[in-house]
C-alpha cells in the first residue's frame, strides 16, 4: 500500500499552507525558532569580545550546545506526556532568566567556570519549537501524503533560520553592542515562545489521549528504545558533524587565504545548496521508497564531505560546499518523514528531539575536534571531520538499514486486538 502512495503526485506547498490551521502555528513558530541559530554564534562574540579568546569563547558555545543535546530529549518527553503548552512556557522563562545571567556575567568579566555553568541551563531550556511544528503537522496530516511536503518544508524553514539568525546576530553584536546579539535571543525566545504556546487549539494529542489512538501502544514509551530512532540519531550525529566542520574550517580556510569576508560566502553557497534541495525535495513524487532514497542520499553526502579537505581554492571549495549542502536536506528530510511512520504519536515529539538533539551533539563535537585540527595543522584538516563523521554514520546505517521499518497500525476485526504490522518499503 505504501509504495502506491510514494507514487502519487506530491500536493505541492499551497496546498500544504492551506491546511486548516497551520499558519496559525507556523509564523509564531518561525519567531521562535530563531534564537536557536542566533545563540551559538552571539556567545562566541560576546565571550570572545570580554576574554579576548576564541578558545574560551567556543568552549562556553560548546557547553551549551552539549547541554541543548542532551535535555533537548527529555523536553519532547515531557511534551508528549504533558502538552507542548505546558513545556514550552516555562522553558521559555528559563531560558530567557539564564541567557540574560550568561549575559550579565560576560559582562562583568566572571571567570570562565562561572560562564560555563551559565551556559548548562542556557542550552538546556533552549525550546524545541522545529520539533514542535513538526509533530503538530504529524498531527494534522499523518498518513496523508502531504507528510513528505511539510517534512521538506521544515527542512527549508530550519535551512532558512540558519541563514538569517546567525548574520542576524553577528549585525547587532558588531553594530549596536556584543551583547545585543544574545539579548535579541532571548527576546525573540521569550516573545516568540509565548505566542507559539498560545496557539493551543493545533497542540497534538498527548498523554493518555494520544495513547489511545495507537492500537496496543504503550502511553509513555520512550522513542529511543525504538531500534530505528536509534539508527536515525547516528546518522543525524554525522549530519552534525557537517554542520559544525563547515562551520570552523571554512573560518579558519578564510583567514589562511587573507580573506576573512570569503568565510561568509562560503556558508552562504552551502546554505543555499541546502535550501534548495529541500525545495525540490517537497515538488518531486518520488517512485523510490525512503529507506532506499536515504541511503542513496547519504551515499551522496559522505563522497561529497570526503572531497572538502582536498580543495584549495575558493572557487572549488564553493562548489562543494553547494555539493554537500545540496546532499544534506534529502538526508534531513528522508530521515523525519520514516521516524514519524516507526513512532507512535504519544512520542513523536520526543523523536524528533533526539533527531535534533543528535545534529546539535554532532556540531558541537565537530567544532572542538575541527578546531584543534585546523589550530594544529591547517583548515584543510578541519575538513576531515565532516569526512570521518558521515562514514562512519553511513556503515552504521548501512549495517542496520533493516531497522528502519515501517509500520503501519492494523486491526484484527475478528478478535477486536489492535496491533502493528511491520511494512517494509525500499
Known amino acids: 500500500m505504501a509504495s502506491t502512495v510514494v507514487s502519487e503526485k506530491r500536493p505541492g506547498y499551497g496546498r500544504l499552507l492551506r491546511t486548516p490551521g497551520a499558519l496559525s502555528f507556523l509564523l509564531p513558530g518561525f519567531a521562535a525558532r530563531q534564537p536557536f541559530a542566533m545563540l551559538t554564534i552571539g556567545i562566541v562574540l560576546l565571550v570572545q569580545h570580554t576574554t579576548g579568546s576564541y578558545g574560551s569563547a567556543g568552549a562556553v558555545a560548546a557547553v551549551t550546545g552539549v547541554s541543548m543535546a542532551l535535555f533537548a530529549p527529555q523536553s519532547g518527553k515531557l511534551a508528549d506526556r504533558f502538552g507542548q503548552r505546558a513545556v514550552l512556557i516555562p522553558g521559555v522563562l528559563v531560558h530567557t532568566a539564564s541567557v540574560s545571567l550568561l549575559v550579565a556575567l560576560a559582562l562583568a568579566g566572571a571567570p570562565i567556570w562561572a560562564l560555563f555553568l551559565a551556559a548548562v541551563p542556557a542550552g538546556a531550556s533552549v525550546p524545541q519549537v522545529g520539533p514542535m511544528v ?11 501524503p502531504l507528510m513528505p511536503t511539510a517534512a521538506a518544508f521544515e527542512s527549508v524553514t530550519d535551512e532558512f533560520t540558519f541563514v538569517v539568525g546567525p548574520v542576524l546576530a553577528t549585525a547587532l553584536c558588531t553594530g549596536v553592542h556584543p551583547a545585543a546579539g544574545l539579548i535579541a535571543e532571548a527576546a525573540l525566545t521569550l516573545v516568540g ?76 553557497i552551502f546554505a543555499a545548496g541546502n535550501m534548495l534541495a529541500g525545495i525540490a525535495m517537497g515538488a518531486v513524487a518520488w517512485k523510490i521508497g525512503p529507506r532506499r532514497r536515504l541511503t542513496l542520499g547519504y551515499a551522496g553526502l559522505t563522497v561529497a564531505a570526503s572531497l572538502l579537505w582536498s580543495a584549495h581554492s575558493v572557487l572549488l571549495l564553493g562548489a562543494l560546499g553547494l555539493v554537500v549542502g545540496l546532499c544534506i536536506a534529502p538526508a534531513l528530510i528522508t ?24 545534529v546539535a551533539l554532532g556540531q558541537a563535537a565537530a567544532v572542538t575536534v575541527a578546531g584543534r585540527l585546523a589550530d594544529a595543522h591547517g583548515a584543510s584538516t578541519g575538513f576531515l571531520v565532516p569526512m570521518a563523521g558521515t562514514l562512519l554514520a553511513l556503515v552504521t546505517l548501512l549495517a542496520l538499514r533493516s531497522r528502519l521499518q515501517q509500520h503501519i497500525p492494523s486491526r484484527v476485526a475478528a478478535r477486536g486486538i489492535g496491533h502493528r504490522v511491520p511494512v517494509t518499503v525500499d
Do not use: C
Not at 513538526?134 to 496523508?144: H, M, N, P
Not at 528504545?225 to 550525529?237: E, K, M, N, Q, T
Not at 514519524?340 to 504519544?346: G, H, I, R, W
Open 134 to 144: 513538526r509533530a503538530r503537522w504529524a498531527a494534522k496530516l499523518d498518513g496523508t
Open 335 to 358: 530521515g523525519y518523514t520514516i521516524v514519524e511512520t516507526l513512532v507512535p504519536a504519544s512520542a513523536r515529539t520526543e523523536a524528533f528531539t533526539w533527531l535534533t538533539g543528535a
Open 193 to 268: 515562545g509565548l505566542f507559539f504556546a498560545a496557539q493551543r487549539s493545533t497542540q497534538p494529542a498527548f498523554g493518555l489521549t494520544a495513547a489511545a489512538g495507537q492500537p496496543g501502544a504503550q502511553p509513555h514509551r520512550s522513542a529511543l528504545s525504538i531500534p530505528g530512532v536509534r539508527v536515525l540519531a547516528i546518522a543525524f550525529l554525522g549530519i552534525g558533524s557537517v554542520f559544525g566542520g563547515m562551520q570552523v574550517s571554512l573560518t579558519a580556510f578564510s583567514e589562511e587565504i587573507g580573506n576573512p569576508g570569503a568565510n561568509g560566502l562560503l556558508y552562504g
